[in-house]
């Protein structure tokens, strides 16, 4: 079964960077592109950008360009998403979630890693 | 920082049909499916529907969707007190180089 598993809690200080990895089983990983998502306390989900895992072509979202920076390992079926410059509003559940194949849909869904940043 | 516009809640009681809606612009809702999520307290987004009106495999059929011009709609019939939940319409949107957006969300009680 599609399972996407992510890294576990992470507090940080302001300017820091923090790295969250999703590692991917049960489907071809190469096959599907990845989206990271965020949702800070309390509010929406907010996207963040989308990595194809074969090649490691990226898309970002224009907030977080010179930032953020998305990356794949075919080796061991892993994305990472790297969020530099850390700032107290970038507290939030960062999500990866895998691209249905043919669809915009979003279909399934790693279980959330925290991201505090607090001095 | 949503491009999708929905109500912030919705509420009905047990049975009761319950309808939220999702309005775009034609760089999103306008040009692409509309794909719809539930959050329950706690947890990860779940796909509930794909491409305007497809169910996942395992999601209810009390759950449909719909989708006219840059609108589309949740419907969520003979409702259930595990439905309580959020609800976030999404869809690509073509403008600034192509993003994923989400809709405000909607918050639904079961009364």
């Known amino acids: 079964q599609v399972q996407l598993v992510q890294s576990g809690a992470e507090v940080k200080k302001p300017g820091a960077s923090v790295k969250v990895s999703c590692k991917a089983s049960?489907?071809?990983?190469?096959?599907?592109?990845m989206h990271w998502v965020r949702q800070a306390p309390g509010q929406g989900l907010e996207w963040m950008g989308i990595?194809?895992?074969?090649?490691?072509?990226?898309t970002y979202a224009q907030k977080f360009q010179g930032r953020v920076t998305m990356t794949g390992d075919t080796s061991t079926s892993t994305v990472y998403m790297e969020l530099s410059s850390l700032r107290s509003e970038d507290t939030a559940v960062y999500y990866c979630?895998?691209?249905?194949?043919?669809?915009?849909?979003?279909?399934?869904w790693g279980q959330g890693t925290l991201v505090t940043v607090s001095s | 920082q949503s491009v999708l516009t929905q109500p912030p809640s919705a509420s009905g009681t047990p049975g009761q049909r319950v309808t939220i809606s999702c309005s775009g612009s034609?760089?999103?809702?306008?040009?692409?499916?509309v794909n719809w999520y539930q959050q329950l307290p706690g947890t990860a987004p779940k796909l509930l529907i794909y491409?305007?009106?497809q169910r996942p495999s395992g999601v209810p059929d009390r759950f449909s969707g719909s989708k006219s011009g840059t609108s589309a709609s949740l419907a969520i019939s003979g409702l259930q007190s595990e439905d309580e939940a959020d609800y976030y319409c999404?869809?690509?949107?073509?403008?600034?180089?192509?993003?994923?957006?989400f809709g405000t969300g909607t918050k639904v009680t079961v009364l």
């Open positions: 979630a895998r691209k249905l194949l043919g669809e915009s849909a979003l279909d399934f």
């Open positions: 049960g489907y071809t990983f190469t096959s599907y592109y």
């Open positions: 990595i194809n895992p074969s090649g490691g072509t990226t």
């Open positions: 034609s760089s999103n809702t306008g040009s692409d499916t």
């Open positions: 491409s305007n009106n």
């Open positions: 999404a869809a690509w949107d073509d403008s600034l180089n192509g993003r994923y957006v």
